[in-house]
T-cell receptor
C-alpha cells in the first residue's frame, strides 16, 4: 500500500546543531507539507511544495528550510536547532488531481527535542 | 486573514450520548472545510469534508458535520458517542484548491463509560 513515512520518529539534539527530518511518500502526490504541532497552537504550517523544485514558506518558516528534488521526498532541515524548535513535526501530502479537493494524508510524526 | 477557531479545548460526554465538537471559520471566498482526528502518538486521520452541496456531510466512524454559512460554522457531530471516539479533533479550512490547510488548535474529546 502507498504510504507516507517520516524518519527519525524520535530525535534528541543539542542547540546549534543541524538536523534533517526526512519525509517520503509513495503516492506520487504533487503536494507536500510540513507542520509542527505544539500544545495550545494546534498545527502550524512550516513549508510546503506543489511539485519538484517548488518550495514555499508557511506561517512559521524562520529557522527551517526544505528542498524538493523529486516527487517522493521533502526533507525538512533545521540549520541551527533552537530550544524553541522542540516539537512534533508532521509531514503530509495531497494530490488535487486525484481527490479534487486535496485532503491531506499525514505521516506518523517526528518528535524532536532540542537541549 | 484566514483562521479557524475551536472554542472548546475539551469536550466531555458519556458513552451513548450525542456529541458535538464546535468549529467556526473566517475566510474570504468559499471555504473547503475538513475534520481530522488524532489518536495518541499517531498522525492525523481524515474524517470528512465539505466542499459544496448538501450542508450535512457524513464521514468515517459514524461522524457527520453540518456546514452553516450564515454562522460560519462547521460543527462535528455523532448521535451516539463511543469510548473509542476519545481523541484529539482538528477542524481545518482551505480557501481554494491547491493551497495548504489552516488548522484550529484542536479539541480533546473524552468519552466516559
Amino acid at each position: 500500500d502507498a504510504e507516507i513515512t517520516q524518519s527519525p520518529r524520535h530525535k534528541i539534539t543539542e542547540t546549534g546543531r543541524q538536523v534533517t527530518l526526512a519525509c517520503h511518500q509513495t503516492w506520487n502526490h504533487n503536494n507536500m507539507f510540513w507542520y509542527r504541532q505544539d500544545l495550545g497552537h494546534g498545527l502550524r504550517l512550516i513549508h510546503y511544495s506543489y511539485g519538484v523544485q517548488d518550495t514555499n514558506k508557511g506561517e512559521v518558516s524562520d529557522g527551517y528550510s526544505v528542498s524538493r528534488s523529486n516527487t517522493e521526498d521533502l526533507p525538512l532541515t533545521l540549520e541551527s536547532a533552537a530550544s524553541s524548535q522542540t516539537s512534533v513535526y508532521f509531514c503530509a501530502s495531497s494530490d488535487i488531481k486525484r481527490s479534487g479537493t486535496g485532503e491531506l494524508f499525514f505521516g506518523e510524526g517526528s518528535r524532536l527535542t532540542v537541549l | 486573514a484566514q483562521s479557524v477557531a475551536q472554542p472548546e479545548d475539551q469536550v466531555n460526554v458519556a458513552e451513548g450520548n450525542p456529541l458535538t465538537v464546535k468549529c467556526t471559520y473566517s475566510v474570504s471566498g468559499n471555504p473547503y472545510l475538513f475534520w481530522y482526528v488524532q489518536y495518541p502518538n499517531r498522525g492525523l486521520q481524515f474524517l470528512l469534508k465539505y466542499i459544496t452541496g448538501d450542508n450535512l456531510v457524513k464521514g468515517s466512524y459514524g461522524f457527520e458535520a453540518e456546514f452553516n454559512k450564515s454562522q460560519t460554522s462547521f460543527h462535528l457531530k455523532k448521535p451516539s458517542a463511543l469510548v473509542s471516539d476519545s481523541a484529539l479533533y482538528f477542524c481545518a479550512v482551505r480557501v481554494q484548491a491547491g493551497t495548504a490547510l489552516i488548522f484550529g488548535k484542536g479539541t480533546t474529546l473524552s468519552v466516559s463509560s
